[in-house]
């Protein structure tokens, strides 16, 4: 075999799509990646993005990576509230990351929170069923997609979990019935069963979903709604999709929080998990709430159970404190409370905001900056360039992450140490 | 280094020694003999003379880490908003108090003289996320049971009827690939029935879909783990918790097990009767004696205290039939992967409430009702009953009468007129306390070198201030050891270290078994078999936890 033979890597964990893919084929020659089998829009990108940078920089130039840690601990040290965020990261980067925080008395938050809060506030709201991807893909029956253009953030989600060859009981995926409320499914959608049946649809505009699943929870809670229409959407067509989910075995209604972006959309998926438990009074059913992409939920896994809170927390006062509204990276940046922003995102390239106060960044290779940081140090990708661990969008299942090659890339985990031990003693 | 622990009045009930004035010899992290220490200078001494020596605690069930108990963490942030904990000395920020932060759990335990605590309810598919929540608590050794009984895959094999054989590879195989130490089973099959909209499912009723009972389900798996030679019996939370009656099923599950070792958990949840005119009674009496009768039949209580919980649990049946109990009112219920499941329930435990002071009698009447110090452990099943942090109070109730019957008179009334509790006299003694919190509980477990004092035993050590207030005295311990390290002085942490992982490995036939697995995760789950298995590094390569592996019985 000659050196230049591609190493081969089979079912691989992708780290970037919130369904934690595993039965991706890869091969590595060099630094070089390439993901040959079951690839998609989400995880060709987050594997084959190339390596650029392998040197940090301060102010633009080369420096060591002694040097830069150094600067950065500085910086850190100097700021009156050093704001964390991205998080893009891996279970123990995440951890090295809130063990700084906690340090130098940050605040943690993550730059798709914002996301991920629709979801977090009605779980502390009012709590929830919900279901993982597995047992969708076993029992599902009817499974309703709530303002979600599932297959833009996940397009492998039908063929992975919906129309699968066989299920643990039996029953053919062949009768899976899928029902949209939104916006149509995209031309030649996965969302189309194999013989053709095209998924039902209702109609309805974004800023009439609060509206419709308010009414969706009403009828499913039993309620006679007077009006003949909600948000342009006729009740009568709204009371279909309850009664066909009272007569379904096991019905799933999803949403993607992401996908939700509008106000107070939090109120929205309230109405939704009251609709599954209202459901549940006599059948089963359950939500799915979808998201997750590039570690989102891992750090939010991590810091709740490190610091009790699953994101915007702040370390300012010596302990830990949750403010869903106020311990807003972006808030604080543009408010000039917090002078010192650490971007750390080692799985995704995406860069921080443009802001006034001096940048720190941890950042994937790759990444490329509007306005240069102040510190930038290149990293590897856990997954990629080093073993680690990230978090499904259920939220339940940890999937191990693999070295695939061989880089000089350091690891923003042993980055974020070498800060914590250059700020020194407690 | 060699460390003298000198003149303290020694509890080690696993060599017999029961109040003994003597010295301690530790050196390198290991108890050595007089014989072994004569003569040699200690570089350290430590004055014990007037105090309490015993083995570091073991708390035998408690759920500190793993998906349920981040739910708990994320329902309820008001939980953690009444208790921040800052940054203090070597100890890092974190948040009290039913669920509280990892770190903050692992310093308030070892702050009471526990070194170690093993979480009951590893769903496998989710034991990577309780490695991590227990890898990220510190001062503890630790350890989990892997839940078996609801998960489609030993269910199908149930419901085939497959040979004994084929359940005890799959048996072993989920305890190596999800690194636990023992097999926890959780409302036998009825997680799974759940699924299948079936809301109750007794001892001798059928899975509405794969027609087989939660005895048979239990049969296997006891028959299973025993036939492995798993030192820690099948570790059982039987069906219809909660539910009052309960009782018979519970005496029921004893007799069906036909003599092969339980371990009955959280058993007050699981001694209701119906007498009474609210049809809510007490079964201690009851319950205790088939204990007493049965020696195959170990049992933690599980005992509630008064105040505001929440309750964490794989028995998403019963846990959504309980959802209108919810204080404050949100909970969780989860389907999980064909694996399991999990409920989330807040709970406030009100001492003028009829049915939840009863609870507190029925917990506390089985306690003492129970002769066999040995097989009866300390629990409030945390944070199910009350959070760990109560375990002084629950000593106290336990080792002094008067103080008992001081709280009996100030519950409701009617809970306190129908339970026998005042008229039992016992009082627990230290000798008892340390059996039940140290050395019963590592011999259940198969932890040799934990759980008592005994020359090669791991120093982890627990120094007392003998006090008549038990509670104040278990509260604050003058020192605590781990691994031969001072790590607690006066109740507060000094040194930040981190534990062990506790495992078994039994033998099995793993091309067998994992001919079968393999093709199942291909065809039904969501993700590989490879990436299912935990490896070692998982756990050690962060230089932090060691697993260390106990022999099973057979095994050298």
Known sequence: MSETQPKVFDNVPSPFCGIASDDLKITVEGLDVRVVANADTVTRPGFEQPITDTVPRIAGQPATLEQAVARAASLVNDAHLPVFSGFGTDVNETRAALSLIDRCRGVFDQARSGAGLRNLLVLSDSGWMTTTLAEVKNRVDVLVVFGADLEAAFPRFFERFIWVEETLFGAGTGQREIIFIGSAPPPSSAATSPDGREPTLIPCVTEALPQVAAALSALAGGQYLQAASVGGVAVAALQAVVDRLKAASYGVITWAAGQLDFDHAELTVQQLCKAVVALNRATRCAGLPLGGQDGDRTASQVAAWISGYPTRVSYARGFPEYDPFHNDAGKLLSSGEADVLVWVSSLSVTPPPVSGVPTVVIGRSGMCFEREPEVFIPVGVPGIDFAGHMYRCDNVVALPLYQLRESDLPRAADVLKAIERALGGS | ?556
């Not at chain 2, 007498?275 to 319950?287: L, N």
């Open chain 2, 1 to 556: 280094m060699l460390t003298k622990l000198t003149g303290g009045k020694v509890y080690d009930p696993a060599h017999g020694i029961n109040g003994e004035v003597r010295d301690i010899y530790v050196r390198d992290g290991r108890i050595v003999a007089h014989h072994q220490a004569d003569g040699v200078r200690p570089d350290q001494e430590f004055d014990c003379r007037g105090k309490v020596i015993m083995a570091g605690a073991i708390d035998m069930h408690t759920h500190i880490g793993g998906g349920k108990v981040t739910i708990a963490r994320n329902l309820l942030p008001e939980d953690h908003r009444n208790d921040p904990v800052a940054r203090s000395g070597p100890m890092r920020a974190g948040t009290g108090f039913a669920a509280p932060s990892t770190l903050t759990a692992g310093y308030r335990y070892a702050e009471m003289g526990y070194t170690a605590g093993f979480e009951p309810a590893v769903l496998p598919i989710n034991a990577r996320q309780a490695h991590m929540e227990m890898a990220d608590t510190p001062m503890l050794d630790v350890g989990g049971y892997a839940m078996l009984g609801s998960d489609d895959f030993f269910l199908r094999l149930i419901a085939s009827g497959a040979e004994q054989e084929i359940i005890n590879d799959y048996v072993a195989w989920t305890i190596h690939s999800s690194q636990c130490i023992g097999i926890k089973v959780v409302n036998p099959g009825g997680i799974s029935a759940f699924k299948f909209n079936q809301r109750k499912l007794d001892l001798d009723e059928d899975h509405c879909y794969y027609q087989v009972t939660p005895r048979k389900i239990l049969q296997s798996l006891a028959r299973a783990v025993h036939e492995l030679g798993v030192p820690h019996p099948l570790h059982v939370h039987g069906c219809n918790l909660g539910v009052p009656g309960n009782l018979d099923t519970t005496l029921n599950t004893i007799t069906g097990i036909e003599g092969l070792p339980m371990h009955l958990t959280h058993i007050q949840f699981h001694s209701y009767g119906t007498e009474g005119d609210r049809k809510f009674s007490s079964g201690a009496a009851q319950i205790a004696e088939a204990i007493n009768r049965n020696p195959n039949i170990t049992a933690d209580v599980g005992q509630i205290l008064f105040g505001q919980t929440v309750t964490a649990s794989g028995d998403s049946m019963m846990q959504f039939a309980n959802h209108a109990h919810a204080h404050p009112h949100k909970w969780v219920c989860m389907d999980i992967e064909c694996d399991a499941g999990c409920g989330v329930v807040p709970f406030k435990y009100k001492d003028q409430n009829f049915v939840n002071a009863l609870q507190w009698c029925i917990g506390l009447e089985i306690f003492l009702l129970v002769e066999d110090p040995w097989r009866i452990f300390l629990t409030t099943d945390h944070p199910n009953g009350a959070p760990f942090t109560t375990y002084p109070h629950l000593i106290r109730l336990l080792m002094d009468k008067s103080f008992r019957n001081d709280v009996l008179s100030t519950i409701n009334a009617d809970s306190a007129a129908l339970s026998t509790l005042a008229s039992i006299g016992r009082e627990y003694s230290l000798y008892e306390i340390a059996i039940m919190t140290r050395a019963g509980a590592a011999r259940i477990l198969g932890l040799h070198d934990r759980g008592h004092l005994g020359a090669g035993a791991a120093a982890d050590i627990t120094v007392y201030t003998e006090q008549d207030d038990k509670e104040a005295m278990f509260t604050t311990p003058d020192y605590v050891f781990k691994d031969g390290e001072l790590v607690v002085k006066n109740g507060e942490v000094i040194k930040v270290v981190w534990g062990n992982l506790h495992t078994i490995r039994p033998e099995f036939d793993r091309a067998s078994i994992e001919s079968r697995l393999k093709p199942y995760f291909d065809r039904y789950h969501t993700l590989k078999m490879d990436n299912f298995i935990i490896r070692d590094w998982e756990i050690e390569d962060d230089g932090r936890s060691k697993i260390m592996v106990h022999p099973c019985r057979g095994q050298a």
